[in-house]
């Protein structure tokens, strides 16, 4: 099994869509966690942090849940630039380690 | 101000050469991490560096792929007499390391270096 499971996708919506990812985690001692978005060819890029209260940052919502080891993001009122890969990712630290670990992604295609 | 570079962008080599792939990560970060990512697939994590500490290279998938880091500068991945199944984009990302706290612990990519083995 996996250490950061994904639903891969694609995720095709209309714009102005809700859109709602979810990701499991197999480590209980993992510590942190984070969403990044990864365009066609290009490099991946943190979109925003996972906060234990959950937070939200203008359209996107991202939510953790510690005890069954699940991560959200909800994107509201989808646009065309929200096409990309979103990556579930979680920090792995303890001694001299500080690891990311990666989903593998799920694609989202916005359509007009 | 600089981000992460990586060079060469693209490499183009036949199978059995050996090649070289360079990273220089963002001036004052600690950490560097070296992953692959086959077409259409997830990242792989390959090996991870921090400060002098011995890398964790739990993630290098055979002896014919080695990576070096000067202090905490430049890093090269080096892989031996390359295979087909080596082509792939290779990613090198650092971050503020152990030193940082949740969420400094974000990783900046570069942007690859795309090799193809024929």
């Known amino acids: 099994r996996k250490e950061v499971e994904q639903d891969p996708g694609p995720f095709n919506v209309p714009e102005g869509a809700t859109v709602a990812f979810n990701c499991t985690y197999s480590?209980?001692?993992?510590?942190?966690f984070f969403w990044y978005r990864q365009d066609c060819r290009k490099e991946p890029k943190l979109l925003m942090s996972?906060?234990?209260s959950g937070n939200e940052d203008g359209r996107f919502t991202a939510q953790l849940n510690r005890a069954s080891q699940y991560i959200s993001l909800l994107i509201r009122d989808s646009k065309l630039s929200d096409s990309a890969t979103y990556l579930c990712?979680?920090?792995?630290?303890?001694?001299?380690?500080?690891?990311?670990?990666f989903g593998t992604g799920t694609l989202l295609a916005v359509q007009p | 101000g600089a981000g992460v570079s990586q060079s060469p962008s693209n490499k183009v080599t036949e199978k059995g050469k050996d090649v070289e792939l360079r990273c220089d990560p963002i001036?004052?970060?600690?950490?560097l991490y070296w992953y692959r990512q086959r077409l259409g697939q997830g990242l792989e994590f390959l090996i991870y560096?921090?400060?002098?500490?011995?890398?964790?290279k739990s993630g290098l998938p055979s002896d014919r792929f080695s990576a070096e880091r000067t202090g905490e500068s430049v890093s090269t991945l080096t892989i031996q007499r390359t295979q087909q199944e080596d082509s792939a984009v290779y990613l090198c990302?650092?971050?503020?390391?152990?030193?940082?706290?949740?969420?400094?612990?974000?990783?900046?990519f570069g942007p690859g270096t795309r090799l193809t083995v024929t």
């Open positions: 560096f921090q400060g002098n500490s011995a890398p964790d």
């Open positions: 990712v979680v920090n792995r630290r303890g001694g001299a380690t500080n690891k990311l670990i």
């Open positions: 480590n209980s001692a993992s510590q942190s």
């Open positions: 001036s004052g970060h600690t950490a």
């Open positions: 996972v906060y234990s």
């Open positions: 990302a650092s971050s503020a390391g152990l030193l940082s706290t949740f969420p400094s612990y974000e990783q900046y």
